[in-house]
Each structure stands twice: as C-alpha cells, then as structure tokens.
C-alpha cells in the first residue's frame, strides 16, 4: 500500500492533469473562485474558518500561486472573503454576497446550454415586457439603434452576435432594472457555446432573414408600448432557440 504522503501527490497530480489540459490559463482563476465559492456556499468552509495557505492551494489544484491569489481577490471584491493583516484570509460571516455562478466545465454539457437559454427566455422575456412598460425615448432609440446594427453586420456577411447581444442588452436597460441588466451581461459569456452548439455562424446566417423578422416585432412591440406582446414575441424567440437546440441533439 502506498503511503499517505505518496498518494496526496499521486492525488494532486491527478487534480493537475484535469485542469491544466482542458483549461487555458486565462480561466483557471475562474474554475478556482468557482470551487473556493461552492465551499463556501456549502458550509465546508465556515462562516469566520480560515482560508488555506496560497501555497496549500496551489498544492492542491494544481495552479500557480498567482492564480490563487486573482481568485482570492475576486472572492474577497465579492464579500465572501476578508483579508486581516499578518493573519491571511477567512471567509466572510455572512453569506448574503454569494454570488450565482455557472460552472465553465458545465458548459461542454447540452443540458447546460438549454437550461442557460430557459433562463434567458424567462428573464428576457419579462425584460421585454418591462421595457414596453417603461422606456424612455433614449432607450427605445438604443433599441432601435442595436437592432439596425445586427442588420448591417448581416449584410455586411457577419454572424451579428456582438450586434444581438447588444440589442437583448439594450431592452434589459430600457426595463429600468439593474438587476435584469446584471444579469442579462452575466449570461452573455454562455451564449457563443450555444451558437456552436445550433450550427455556429453558417447556420445564423441562413436564418437571419428569421432572427430579423422577430427582432423586428420585439422592438415595435416595446415601441408600441404593449408589454403583453412585447413578453410574448420574446418568449417565441428564444422558444425557437431551443428547438433548434432540440434538433441538434436529435441528427
């Protein structure tokens, strides 16, 4: 039987080759605020319980020192954790500022994907509605302005996304909510997996004649002030999202 100290390094060379070869460097702070996060939120680390050392951490994901102190920081901005001087890290007393978060590796999952677009069609959706309710001339201008922006890079024979993300992004604003435009920002990341996952940009393109045609009865929707159509044309809009992903699954 091998010994423990051998099989703490078998076990953390392990942790290592999973992360670093699916992972570019850029998200491993990511992958380990997430982790250090769901501890926190599931008690395994305490309320006032002391953080492990950078060099433990490091140790046992497998990351570099600078890494475990991005995610500290991001963990600390966010209010879960608090430095004391000379004495390190230790975990907030309140667990108000646990924040939402989706696990990047989930990403790879099409269950994922499908639940991430539900989530966009129930909160923009009423987003949508809000807006018709509560838009100011500007914000309706941003809309419009957005939406003739996805147009041109359409014709110009580009996907469109950034120019989509800014039109869904620009009627959260217009529902005078920050929460919704939180939101809505934080789960725009997701959204090119899930362009991959319908057909990437050669099957945006055929159908933007489509995406155009619903954009279009969105926006005079809310400028029309009819929140009712405005929830409904939204919700049919991202619907056929999810029957694309459906098909997808099913060739």
């Known amino acids: 039987m091998p010994a423990i100290g051998s099989t703490c390094r078998i076990t953390r060379q392990i942790r290592t080759a999973i992360i670093k070869p699916r992972l570019k460097s850029s998200s491993l702070s990511d992958q380990l605020t997430a982790q250090l996060t769901a501890r926190i939120a599931d008690g395994a680390l305490a309320p006032g319980a002391r ?3 950078e060099q433990e951490l490091s140790a046992e994901f497998g990351v570099s020192r600078n890494v475990v102190r991005e995610a500290i920081s991001r963990l600390k901005s966010e209010g879960l954790v608090e430095t004391r001087q000379g004495a390190g890290g230790f975990v907030a007393q309140s667990k108000l500022g646990v924040p939402f978060r989706i696990d990047p590796e ?8 499908r639940e991430i677009l539900e989530l966009r069609l129930a909160v923009e959706s009423e987003a949508a509605a809000f807006a018709a309710e509560r838009a100011d001339r500007r914000q309706l201008k941003a809309i419009r302005d957005a939406l003739d922006a996805v147009n041109a890079a359409f014709a110009r024979g580009g996907d469109g996304l950034n120019e989509d993300l800014l039109f869904h992004r620009a009627i959260a604003r217009a529902a ?3 929460k919704y435009v939180g939101f809505t920002e934080f789960l725009e990341r997701y959204v090119r997996h899930q362009i991959e996952l319908t057909g990437g940009m050669l099957a ?3 159908r933007m004649d489509t995406t155009h045609a619903e954009h279009e009865k969105i926006y005079k929707a809310i400028a029309a002030r009819d929140a009712d159509a405005a929830r409904s044309l939204a919700r049919e809009h991202f619907r056929k ?3 694309r992903i459906a098909r997808s699954r099913s060739r």
């Open 106 to 113: 989930s990403m790879h999952s099409d269950d994922a994907t």
């Open 176 to 178: 005078h909510n920050s």
């Open 241 to 243: 999202g999810l029957e």
């Open 204 to 206: 945006r393109a055929a």
């Open 51 to 53: 953080l492990p050392t």
